[in-house]
């Protein structure tokens, strides 16, 4: 057992990593919705100016990582590694805005978990002596998500009440070696869980066991009781996989007032029609490189524990009756190096 | 500049880790192949009782990371953390192949670099102190790779002389802190490189310049001569890709006489009908754990340069009139810890 190791899934940084610049980019819908202040950009026809809705999201990441960089105030060539993922088959979002870029990179895939799961490699990337810049992005797009997962836009499907909306947004984050913070403290790496649900259109279903499992991992391997953070915030799990998650804690006899969802915050549930929230990738990537991290800077929060989800099926496995295999990544940042 | 980087790519670890275990499992064409006394487990209908392809290409992970396991003599329980990835859509052979194994994952995807990318991030975290174990994995599967790539195996489809045929194929690492090696020793972080080739049939040329890439920066990042090693090994640019390698270097006044490609090495290319020869996450990792590995440890070589070569594009991104965006990872693999 290594120092930083605590448990068997957690690991403490010795030098935290310092969030240096982030920056997010976003749709109309997200746009209209209750989180609209913390957005960088704002597209107002979801084209980015692109010829197809593959090559907006693309844009969309070139978009949030430049404005990340900006507010580091430092070129892309400062990067010694980017880690990046999307929804999209063989991850095009991201490796068609990285390629330009001039940056050795490591292509992810952890669904809508991928926002997380970038800070954790960078952050071990860094934390390791292997450099001293990186940066963390991910991406989704309303239109390529319904097409690739689901039918044309043209064919107006009706959702189903458990369906969550695929949020059009991307989130850059920058992190450096040294800085003023905030940092990350500690990330617990998910185990796959597998409870056997197999409707696709009731995602957060299938990721509450998992965001339940990390989240137990976590305040036993740290020995830190959810109230230590200021927000615990779950991304995207949508309204009914946020009851799962708080149900199953309650049964444990333990009451998560501080429990909230990336999914749950960006849209605004009476007034714009998307039945149990946003997910995808860009989900918690934008509201953490918005809301989240804006909060922390004007003094909001001081500790948050952002815990991205990821539902790890394709189409193909779920026509070929398989369930749904869920995994979650959590992530402590703190305004403080110790935590 | 931490002590671990040289240069801008190039990560020299502190700590080795050493290979303490390697399998891999590979289909009916594979093992007819001059690589056949290498493969751990030759499967004659290419489907491992499975019912599906996809099914099939995640049996193959699964059964290359117990035998991994047990010649490390170790449980599954016992690594902090696996690496994996493949070229499904959402990469489903790897999630799938991990769902029981009750180990913190890291989901990738760097199409055909996943073998070298695994390895490179496995390394890191191990290095970096984060854990004792770890897995490194990845897979491809001809008959899913078919269907969802190009076309239906029934149709019966014409291949280019340009085409590689992709391995049905699954390789695993178990890597440790401690133990007696091979050692990797270091890892070069490949860029997008991107020279404009829009033929999907044609990845080896699409690759070449990656690879071209990656092998001169880890020669000028680390000061070593091509000649160090007792053999480079990019996987997969075919015959093809392979022979624009060799051109690059020429025109540097450089011959790269120790020179060979995974995808060249995996068929015969007289009598397998394969055209440019063999490609696909598998083809590489199932080499490198099979000949290449087994090589090290009967005393063939002592150190290898094993370079993953990916084509980052999709089926939506050719249709869309998109070039082929290529990535090329070189590990340092020693049977001496100091490279």
Same mark, same amino acid.
């Given at each position: 057992m290594t120092t930083k190791k605590l448990g068997k899934q957690t690991v403490a940084f010795a030098s935290p990593p310092?969030?240096?610049?982030? +920056?997010?980019?976003?749709?109309?819908?997200? #746009?209209?919705?209750? *989180?609209?202040?913390?957005? !960088?950009?704002?597209?107002?026809?979801?084209?980015?100016?692109?010829?197809s809705w593959e090559k907006a999201e693309s844009?969309?990441?070139?978009?949030?990582?430049q404005n990340a960089l900006d507010k580091a105030k430092q070129a892309a060539s400062t990067l010694d590694f980017i880690f990046a993922g999307d929804l999209l088959n063989q991850c095009i979002a991201s490796s068609f805005a990285i390629r330009g870029q001039g940056v050795p990179f490591f292509g992810l895939y952890g669904a809508c978990s991928t926002m997380a799961e970038s800070l954790t490699l960078a952050s071990m990337m860094l934390d390791g002596g292997f450099g001293e810049w990186a940066a963390a992005m991910a991406s989704s797009?309303?239109?390529?998500?319904?097409r690739q997962y689901r039918t044309p836009l043209e064919y107006g499907g009706q959702r189903t009440p458990? +369906?969550?909306?695929?949020?059009?947004?991307? #989130?850059?984050?920058? *992190?450096?070696?040294?800085? !003023?913070?905030p940092y990350i403290t500690h990330a617990t790496v998910g185990k796959i869980v597998d409870k056997g649900i197999k409707d696709a259109n009731n995602m957060g279903a299938a990721m509450a066991p998992a965001a339940y499992d990390?989240?137990?991992?976590?305040?036993?391997?740290?020995?830190?009781?959810?109230?230590?953070?200021?927000?615990?915030?779950?991304?995207?799990?949508?309204?009914?996989?946020?009851?799962?998650?708080?149900?199953?804690?309650?049964?444990?006899?333990?009451?998560l007032q501080n429990l909230?969802?990336?999914?749950?915050?960006?849209?605004?549930?009476?007034?714009?029609d998307?039945?149990?929230?946003?997910?995808?990738?860009?989900?918690?990537?934008?509201?953490?490189?918005?809301?989240?991290?804006?909060?922390?800077?004007?003094?909001?929060?001081?500790?948050?524990?952002?815990?991205?989800?990821g539902a790890l099926l394709s189409p193909t496995s779920t026509m070929q009756g398989e369930s749904i295999p869920g995994i979650c990544h959590a992530v402590a940042i703190s305004t403080q190096k110790g935590g």
């Open positions: 310092s969030i240096a610049g982030h +920056a997010n980019v976003v749709g109309k819908k997200e #746009g209209e919705g209750p *989180l609209r202040a913390s957005f !960088d950009l704002i597209n107002q026809d979801d084209t980015f100016g692109e010829s844009a969309m990441q070139k978009l949030a990582l797009h309303f239109c390529s998500a319904e458990t +369906a969550q909306w695929t949020v059009t947004g991307a #989130g850059a984050v920058v *992190l450096a070696r040294e800085g !003023d913070g990390t989240l137990s991992t976590h305040f036993s391997d740290t020995g830190r009781k959810p109230s230590y953070y200021d927000l615990i915030v779950t991304g995207d799990l949508g309204t009914l996989g946020k009851g799962i998650v708080l149900d199953f804690f309650h049964k444990d006899g333990v009451d909230d969802d990336c999914g749950v915050l960006i849209y605004d549930a009476q007034g714009q998307v039945h149990c929230g946003g997910s995808g990738c860009g989900c918690s990537a934008a509201v953490l490189t918005g809301f989240l991290l804006n909060g922390m800077r004007e003094g909001r929060w001081k500790k948050i524990l952002f815990c991205g989800t």
